[in-house]
């Protein structure tokens, strides 16, 4: 709220998915929720970028490289951890649902989502090092 005029509002920040710092921590996310078709969508992350027309995750990776000058050598790093984070996020709405407390909203079992999210930030870090 602004300080001189609190039913103002200053600003709006959702903390959850915001990123301060280093980019490719951005970039880490924005592969996440970049879908390829055969991958299956989460629940949580619907998503378009598997139809027809879209680049591959691969394509856009390469043009942030090209185009920022980034060192991405570590991506699958970032990668993993947008994993991390997102399953993370998702288990505080599963236990949110499964207590009620989700203002008329319900996801169902998210468990299973949580669980496949963190195993694939795993295999980032298993078959990148």
Do not use: C
């Not at 078709?37 to 390469?62: C, H, I, K, M, N």
């Not at 790093?77 to 997102?86: D, L, Q």
């Not at 949110?96 to 989700?102: E, F, H, I, S």
Request: glycine share 10%.
């Amino acid at each position: 709220m602004d300080a001189t005029d609190p039913g103002r509002v200053a600003a709006v920040l959702d903390w959850e998915m915001s990123t301060i710092g280093d980019p490719l921590s951005d970039l880490g996310l924005l592969l996440f929720y970049w879908v390829e078709p055969g991958e299956g969508q989460s629940d949580l992350t619907p998503t378009v970028v598997d139809l027809p027309g879209f680049p591959t995750r691969a394509q856009l990776r390469d043009r942030y490289a090209e185009v920022s000058g980034r060192d991405i050598s570590h991506l699958p790093f970032y990668e993993a951890f947008a994993h991390f984070k997102s399953a993370a996020i998702a288990q505080g709405i599963d236990v949110r649902v499964k207590a009620g407390v989700m203002g008329g909203q319900d996801f169902g079992d998210l468990s299973g989502t949580v669980r496949m999210v963190a195993e694939r930030g795993l295999d980032r870090l298993r078959n990148n090092q």
